[in-house]
């Protein structure tokens, strides 16, 4: 049967223009393969088939306008689609793959068997002193005891929830708390219990915290300058720990890893570990904090630094909590999209409670719950201070971040007693040791642990008769022995486990220890821990005893480090746990297999010259894109991530051609279902969409980024955002990103102080560029034309993908429409377009004056369009550079220069800006749609040449393009005039052409300086 193929609908536009053909007749073609590409002013789709089938006829060519209904091609033999499969066959295989998966998952997930749970005594406590009818409440509660008795937990939360609904139906609309009881989550009978020998991992972790201790202390003893922090380990050393011996798997060639973030200061913690695992020498942890001889330890985790060992830069708070969340994330994107196997992976972070104050701790706490990540467990080690103080010292950080958490969506596990309390809380027939527990605000519960256990008594549990009574036979010693949750092995085991057999949200394990512990009383739980260094000798002789640290009196005062023999049973045990678990911690390495670099001539169609086709260079961006999708090497590798602007930058097409990443597929019809462009949601989509949330898609571009070292598999990830909300909103990530070897593109779309025009003051970015020049390995691009992005963007893939070279690129676009060029012959334009800028054209007639134009970005074309008028109306000859990045430029000025110093007697080597220009004719007149510091950044090294920069300093506006480039003096008339006006001062001709030209462009002198305007 024949069939015929029209035009889709396109939205809202008509007469679009065919770019492409995609297939010719006599092609055989399958549902979904595309047949033409079609452009608009601002974006590019691929249309298409519906229909399999031998094509007959094609009814259309390149350069055909076409709109919703016109013939496209004629097919014969041709199959209809049905219309519920219109889904792209790969796609299908990978829903039908995972929907296996899952229910595989599911089966095993009924064959664990529940934990037998022996309920001796209820959990539910009378704690609310406004009770007026106590009897009453007695009555409720032991009938609620009785439905968990027999009917188990959910019975009873079901029917908690329909007397909540109930009341509220009823017109008590008083909100159901967050809050849970200030106990563990876990009840004692429910805790799992832990295989390993209590004994020898206790004496391991003293061991650990000794070597920790030591380090810093022995480091600022050579070095009073050095810093370092022993408190926060000191607090956290149970937790690492049962990680480390029970849980945590390392990545080896059966299974991929678990995913650690390390809190940044605990860092002493990890190093002392790998130490006794014979990961470090003692001469390692000697150089810690001193890295600039190589071999030293870095202060804090950086894979720049310890690439072999750090996998995740941490220590900027807030980062690792946001990044940890990105990184489960795009482990279930990598896994829906069937890149990696789904191992049961975990991504593990640790926090501090003060660290939770950055509004990025919790900022994307509501995602992580909402992608029910159950492959994400946080950490929180609640010391209860921060670096001045108490984190809540009026108020309960555990019970705060319990109720955010829990209202997220979170599963949430308090580990805040230890076992020593649990006979006192089973013996709290009352609720009264609950209800003092519950009143207690941290500043009192850091108190009490800076005193002694006479001082609990009396402040604590003499809060109440009863209370009082209840320790009654409890020795001070006894009292002060009472450990909190989260120095307990058993208790943070219990809640270990729990995590990680979590299903369907993610879990954050909220822990409670004292900063400082077993420091005494110079360090234990004072408001001055963070900052202790130093420990005299009395306070290490404390420390010796307090975790029975095999050392004499003469090893304590010289702080020696203790290292058990090899073949001591320590020493074996901790190898052997790690053994089971696959390997060490932290470790980073790679695996990953490069992506062969695209072959030139897939961006050759970028070499032409567009003709009265006018674009502009997002559109390129996105055209090339969309060609780089059908080569087979990098289609699959490509994360296209944007922060909800796809259809801003024109990249709407990409909805329907790969689909955007949704875990749960699609569970609507879109409204816009119809159109060709419909907003597509899949399970195995490849767009990230993040939503309006540049942080959270720096985020997932890092997690892509680094993929090649976590998942051993080389992605390439482009975040394509508003300049302006790009570096300067997330520039913390950015170096982040920077310290993790990330490799991809960063885009900075509809770049430019003067090229966004109608935006305003907030949206126009004259200053993207020096932001990022700020990073060491990230290498920037400032475009023109089409073909200088097709040359850059293919060596940042040669360079990053396939050479594995540890950069990555930030490249701006534009969105100002003109045509473009054919690629100059010239055989080293390429290079110099690399290297950061070539000649682009000439005007020598008249042989008597001239000078040196500099243009970037859009800029660039004023300055051509300006030489023109110098040339036309003055006679002033000139040679135009097109400066595809002053950033690399300066990289190899600076480079060149050190080297020319350092070495006096040698013959002095060129910058590349000083081959290009040293030995040109006249002065340099540079400009660009950024501050004049952008093109500055060259003027030492162009052998003491004249050199003025232009350049848009000062805060953008909204007006038209035309009068922001008059109004920032960088349009065509203002490039004349001053160039004229340099050409006098440089006294090679006389001033009254400038004056002139000002006079015929309408330029005021007495103009105020744009920066103060
Ligand atoms: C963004 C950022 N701001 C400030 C600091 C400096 N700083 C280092 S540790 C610290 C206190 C941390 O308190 P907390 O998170 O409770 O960790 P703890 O040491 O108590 O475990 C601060 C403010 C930092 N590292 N990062
Ligand atoms: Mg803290």
Known sequence: ????????????????????????PGDTIKENDPIVTIESDKSSVEIPSTISGKIDTINVKVGDKVSKGDLLLSLINSTKSLPESNLPKDT?????????????????????????????????????????????????????????????????????????????????????????PYINTIPPEAEIKSNGDQNMERRIRSLIRWNA??????????????????GTFASAATLYDVGMNHFWRAKNNKFGGDLVYFQGHSAPGMYARAFLEGRLTEKQLDSFRQEVKPGGLSSYPHPWLMPNFWQFPTVSMGLGPMLAIYQARYMKYLINRGLIKDEGRKVWAFLGDGEMDEPESMGAIGLAAREKLDNLIFVINCNLQRLDGPVRGNGKIIQELEGSFRGAGWNVIKVIWGSYWDSLLANDKTGQLVKIM????????????????????????????????????????????????????????????????????????????????????????????????????????????????????????????????????????????????????????????????????????????????????????????????????????????????????????????????????????PEDAAQLSSYREDKSGQVLEEGINEAGAMSSWIAAATAYTNHDIEMIPIYIFYS????????????????????????????????????????????????????????TYDPTFHYEL??????????????????????????????????????????????????????????????????????????LSAAEILQNDYQIDSEIWSVTSFNELRKDGMEVERYNLLNPDKAPKKSYVEQCLGSTEGPIMAASDYMRMNSDQIR?????????????????????????????EVDKEHLVAYGLSILAKEQLIASKYAKDAMKKYKIDGDKPMPTKL
């Open 438 to 669: 519950n009143e207690t605000v941290d500043g009192e519960y850091q108190a009490m642990k800076a005193r002694d256990g006479a001082y609990v008594r009396e402040k604590f549990f003499g809060k109440h008769p009863e209370t009082l009574e209840l320790v009654s036979s409890m020795s001070d010693k006894d009292i002060w022995r009472l450990n909190r949750g989260g120095h307990d092995p058993h208790k943070v085991y219990a809640a270990y486990d729990k995590a990680t057999k979590n299903q369907g949200s993610p879990t954050v394990i909220i822990a409670k220890t004292i900063k400082g512990y077993g420091m005494g009383k110079t360090g234990e739980s004072v408001n001055t821990t963070h900052q202790t260094k130093k420990l005299d000798v009395d306070d290490l002789m404390y420390y010796r005893d307090r975790f029975d640290v095999p050392l004499t009196d003469e090893q304590v005062k010289n702080i020696e480090y203790f290292k058990p023999d090899e073949k001591s049973p320590e020493i074996r045990y901790i190898k052997e746990r790690r053994l089971k678990l696959g390997g060490y911690l932290p470790e980073r390495s790679t695996f990953a297999k490069p992506i062969k670099a695209p072959s030139k001539d897939i961006f050759d169609f970028m070499k032409v010259s567009t003709g009265d086709k006018e674009m502009s260079t997002t559109m390129a961006l996105v055209r090339m894109l969309t060609n780089l999708l059908r080569d087979k090497n990098i289609s699959p590798r490509l994360v296209p991530i944007i922060p909800d602007e796809a259809r801003t930058f024109g990249m709407e097409g990409f909805f329907q051609k790969i689909g955007i990443y949704a875990h749960e597929g699609q569970k609507y019809e």
């Open 724 to 779: 302006m909300f790009g570096f300067q909103r997330i520039g913390d990530l950015a170096w982040a990103a920077g310290d993790s070897q990330a490799r991809g593109f960063l885009v900075g779309a509809t770049a430019g102080r003067t090229t966004l025009a109608g935006e305003g003051l907030q949206h126009q970015d004259g200053h993207s560029h020096l932001i990022a020049s700020t990073i060491p390995n990230c290498v």
């Open 940 to 968: 030492p090294y162009t052998n003491n040449k004249s050199f003025y920069s232009l350049g848009a300093d000062g805060f953008g506006r909204s007006d038209t393009r035309k009068n922001l480039r008059k109004f920032f």
């Open 92 to 180: 299908e295989n990978i829903i039908k793959q995972a929907e296996e998966a899952m229910a595989v998952n599911k089966e095993e997930l009924v064959k664990v068997p529940e934990p037998p749970k022996e309920k001796k005594q209820s959990i539910i406590q009378v704690t609310n002193g406004l009770d007026t009818d106590p009897l009453e409440t007695q009555d409720w509660l032991e009938s609620l005891t009785a439905v968990i008795s027999k009917n188990g937990n959910q019975r009873a939360h079901f029917l908690i929830k329909e007397l909540i609904n109930k009341a509220y139906r009823e017109g008590a609309n008083i909100p159901y708390t967050q809050n849970t």
């Open 790 to 863: 097709a040359t850059i963007f293919r060596e940042g893939l040669r360079r990053m993908h396939e050479k594995k070279e540890n950069v990555f690129y930030y490249i701006t676009t534009m969105n100002e429409n003109y045509s473009h060029p054919e690629m100059p012959k010239d055989k080293n334009c390429e290079e110099g377009i690399l290297k950061g800028m070539y000649k682009i054209k000439e005007f020598n007639k008249y042989k008597k004056t001239k000078i040196q134009l500099l243009g970037s970005g859009t800029i660039l074309r004023e300055m």
């Open 1 to 24: 049967m024949s069939e015929k193929l029209l035009v889709p609908d396109i939205g809202d536009f008509e007469n679009v223009e065919v770019i492409e053909l995609l297939v010719k």
């Open 213 to 230: 201790a030591a380090m810093v202390v022995r480091a600022n003893k050579k070095f009073p300058e050095l810093g370092g922090h022993i």
